[in-house]
């Protein structure tokens, strides 16, 4: 019997979905739930080659200099390998895999980068059936949308190092305000789409606290995942 797949999903970057991550596996596996933790981009791996090329400007400056579908073939690639080496087993062994990120993550940024409606979507068609059907990825059970505004996430960028680097230099995503803009209203779309839960990290304009939101998050995944 296969297992179950849980992602940890933002519209924007420094949203907290490493921090939400951890507390949520920690707190399974305490639980004593066959749990195991995965990250995309895996950087620990030379899959994820030319994602660090693509987000370090090595293809251009700026994320539209790169093509939704092009772009989305790097990730893609990262994820197959990660798969295939560290998790397909385990997965179909009947274990549950929490990840941070996912294919959900292109479907955020990638689509954000086409403004037609109907090109869009046809895009996010065309993902599906490249991740899902034609490389064989699981598809997610259950989506936890982590729903914090850019007013908020740009300042928290602002004060974080570069994921790749270790330096304050930030990547092609992170330094293009309009761009996170962009992201971040084409997740919320994308949210509805799917049917994601979504959490609102804000209240009050005020970012709630960590344990806050991990308690909501938690109290999700209980209630609409069978486990």
């Given at each position: 019997m296969k297992?179950?797949?849980i992602i940890i999903e933002a519209g924007s970057d420094a949203s907290g979905k490493a921090t939400q991550t951890k507390k949520l596996f920690?707190?399974?596996r305490g639980e004593k739930y066959n749990i195991r933790k995965v990250e995309y981009p895996n950087y620990r791996s030379s899959s994820s080659a030319l994602v660090k090329m693509y987000l370090n400007g090595e293809f251009g400056?700026?994320?539209d200099d790169v093509n939704a579908y092009a772009a989305s073939t790097f990730f893609a690639v990262d994820r197959y390998a990660s798969y295939i080496k560290e998790w397909k087993g385990f997965y179909e062994d009947g274990g549950i895999v929490l990840s941070d990120r996912y294919t959900t993550s292109n479907m955020v940024h990638q689509a954000s980068k086409i403004e037609d409606e109907v090109q869009r979507n046809s895009y996010l068609?065309?993902?599906w059936d490249l991740e899902f059907?034609?490389?064989g990825l699981p598809v997610p059970d259950l989506v936890i949308f982590l729903d914090v505004p850019p007013v908020i996430s740009n300042n928290l960028i602002s004060k974080r190092k570069n994921?790749?680097?270790g330096s304050s230099q930030k990547d092609i995503h992170e330094r293009d305000r309009d761009y996170l803009m962009k992201t971040y209203l084409?997740?919320?779309r994308v949210?509805?789409?799917y049917g994601w839960k979504r959490i609102e990290c804000t209240y009050d304009s005020c970012l709630r606290s960590i344990e806050d939101i991990h308690d909501e998050i938690y109290k999700n995944v209980i209630q609409n995942l069978p486990l």
């Open positions: 297992g179950k797949l920690s707190r399974m400056c700026r994320p068609d065309w993902l059907v034609k490389l994921k790749i680097t084409n997740a919320c949210a509805e789409k």
